[in-house]
């Protein structure tokens, strides 16, 4: 078996010297890049082992470009220029936005009305790609590189990741969330060993199309625990400082006492077994028996998308990580092989990925304030 190392250190997708963008580059950027240069001019480098970065998806505006260039030299103040760049933008929007309105009812109001719209389109590719370096910075702060494309490092159609990182992935979920992220991957392990081609018990075979949408639907399940954990920690925060019942344990108690009303109408017992009782009580303080007393609506509300931004995020990371130059480096057809390791790597990436794009969207709405998905 050939084994590939992650080649985690190279400077290809980092370029130091930024390219014109267009007409990105306006004179409100170039004044925008002498405060953030003149901002980290004094700064020092940290000493850390990640020689540059390695993410599959490389940025395609000089704002991603200057931070991805400041993780690799300085990764000490890449959130602070981050968040001048996030308050430059949003200024920016803002003018044009301003200018098109006072230019309503004249001979120039399709044409500000243009310039706004070209602004606000110009604004969110720059947005995506500062939300973007947000979340390699955090995958940075846990020594976790990220994998980068996987034509990289698969061999005669074989994909071995190494190290596995299991450890630092695990880190940065609590106690109750780590024991349903591991529950997640034993059902996809499981999965992918009963529904791809059968090699041995060590070795996994999943086809291309199938290994992509596993991981885009990984991130979005570590985006729906971080919405879940947030929303289950408000609640009790609530429920202790003002002994006020929460809106789940209502729900959950409204459904039990309408179906036993039914149980009534019908003719039913109106006696409620003891071994029935526990399946109609929410635990507040278990975060699985929270989730499960979920109604439809709340479920949807959780794992939502808040922003467009998101979205395209999680689009363009997985086009970046399973592609290469805009075509598929295999056949749709075609199986990786792999062993549960290296699957299992790439899933606690996908939802350590959810997780940081739920709180830097979160960080970025309060200064930018995002597209509604």
Not at 171 to 182: D, N
Not at 226 to 252: D, G
Not at 254 to 266: S, W
Not at 345 to 360: H, K, M, P, T
Request: aromatic fraction near 8%.
């Amino acid at each position: 078996m050939i084994i590939l190392r992650l080649q985690y250190y190279h400077d290809s997708c980092c370029p130091i010297k930024f390219k014109m963008q267009g007409n990105i580059l306006n004179w409100k950027s170039k004044c925008a890049i002498k405060r953030l240069q003149t901002t980290v001019a004094g700064a020092k480098s940290e000493e850390s082992e990640f020689e540059s970065v390695d993410a599959p998806l490389e940025p395609q505006t000089w704002e991603g470009s200057f931070l991805c260039g400041l993780l690799k030299n300085q990764p000490q103040v890449l959130p602070a220029a981050a968040t001048k760049q996030l308050q430059e933008l949003s200024n920016q929007r803002k003018d044009t936005l301003i200018r098109w309105e006072h230019s309503i009812g004249s001979p120039e109001d399709s044409l500000h009305r243009r310039i706004a719209e070209m602004k606000d389109q110009e604004c969110q590719t720059a947005i995506e790609d500062i939300m973007y370096m947000l979340i390699v910075y955090k995958f940075f702060k846990i020594e976790v590189p990220l994998v980068p494309n996987l034509s990289k490092l698969i061999s005669n159609r074989r994909l071995q990741i190494w190290p596995p990182r299991e450890t630092e992935l695990e880190s940065i979920h609590g106690p109750e969330v780590l024991g349903l992220i591991r529950e997640h991957l034993t059902s996809i392990i499981r999965w992918v060993h009963k529904n791809g081609p059968k090699i041995n018990r060590s070795t996994l075979r999943i086809k291309r199309l199938q290994f992509g949408w596993i991981y885009s639907a990984s991130i979005m399940y570590g985006y729906f625990l971080k919405s879940v954990t947030t929303r289950h920690r408000l609640e009790l925060i609530l429920a202790r400082s003002q002994e006020f019942c929460p809106i789940q344990f209502l729900n959950a108690q409204l459904k039990t006492t309408q179906k036993q009303e039914q149980e009534e109408t019908i003719g039913g017992s109106t006696e409620t077994s003891s071994s029935s009782k526990p399946s109609s009580v929410v635990d507040l303080h278990d975060l699985k028996s929270y989730m499960m007393g979920f109604d439809p609506k709340t479920l949807e509300l959780c794992a939502r998308l808040r922003s467009s931004e998101a979205s395209n995020l999680i689009e363009k990371h997985s086009w970046a990580l399973f592609r290469e130059n805009m075509k598929d480096f295999l056949e749709p057809d075609e199986a990786v092989i792999l062993d549960p390791s290296s699957l299992k790597r790439l899933l606690l990436e996908a939802i350590a990925f959810g997780s940081f794009l739920w709180d830097v969207e979160d960080y970025v709405d309060e200064i930018y304030k995002l597209h509604d998905s």
